[in-house]
């Protein structure tokens, strides 16, 4: 196993519906984000969490909920979500937060109904 | 503060060179720069630090200005691998939070 690994790929839900996204990293970073990337828009940074404390909510609405478990997952939870949050939701990490590269996942492509 | 970058898009012939430009209205700690190929996870390139350097691996190289806040990614010699969507993330403090640009779409034709 390596780098950055998002699970599902891919996920429909409805409105109402309750799903949850995960994220491993096999780095052994400190620093974990979790980023909204829409169609021709820029990289937006949802969540930060280091040595497992969020550090940063970017005015992120309730309907999303992080979960940092420990320094190698991060969840992101879901719940009543609307059309506009249909996009693909990236997780990363990094050694710290702050001067160091960021390492990617693939990303889950979230579509909304 | 939302990096600008330019072009938004460029199409290059292999071989060619291409140059990203990436500026903030805000004074930086660092640039970092990344690359998106469609459906996959973007790809770390480089990071710049304060104190204005250069960076470069293979033909892929940058510059960063810190007096003039903006940093320039060059492609040399250009191959088709080099296609993707080049974003510029800046941070204007150690641990500040990483501002990405919209990106710029690189395409290389054989």
């Known amino acids: 196993e390596t780098g950055v690994t998002q699970t599902p790929r891919h996920l429909v839900m409805g409105m109402t519906n309750k799903k949850s996204l995960k994220c491993e990293q096999h780095?052994?970073?400190?620093?974990m984000y979790w980023y909204k990337q829409s169609a021709k828009k820029p990289l937006e940074l949802m969540f930060v969490y280091s040595l497992e404390e969020r550090v940063e909510n970017n005015s992120v609405p309730s309907r999303f909920s992080p979960e940092c478990p420990n320094s190698s997952h991060l969840f992101l939870h879901l719940h009543t979500l609307q059309p506009e949050d249909s996009a693909l939701y990236l997780c990363?990490?990094?050694?710290?937060?702050?001067?160091?590269?960021?390492?990617f996942g693939d990303g889950t492509r979230l579509s909304i109904l | 503060q939302q990096p600008v970058q330019s072009p938004q898009a460029v199409i290059l012939r292999e071989g060619e060179d291409a140059v990203i430009n990436c500026s903030s209205s805000?004074?930086?700690?660092?640039v970092h720069w990344y690359r998106q190929k469609h459906g996959e996870a973007p790809i770390f390139l480089m990071i710049?630090?304060?104190?204005?350097e250069q960076k470069g691996h293979d033909k892929i190289s940058a510059s960063f200005n810190e007096k003039k806040q903006q940093s320039s990614l060059y492609l040399t010699a250009s191959q088709l691998s080099y296609s993707g969507t080049y974003f510029c993330?800046?941070?204007?403090?150690?641990?500040?939070?990483?501002?990405f640009g919209e990106g710029t779409q690189l395409t290389v034709n054989p």
């Open positions: 990363a990490s990094s050694q710290v937060t702050g001067g160091q590269p960021q390492h």
């Open positions: 780095l052994g970073h400190n620093a």
């Open positions: 710049l630090l304060k104190g204005g």
């Open positions: 805000k004074a930086l700690y660092s």
């Open positions: 993330g800046t941070e204007e403090t150690s641990g500040s939070r990483l501002t």
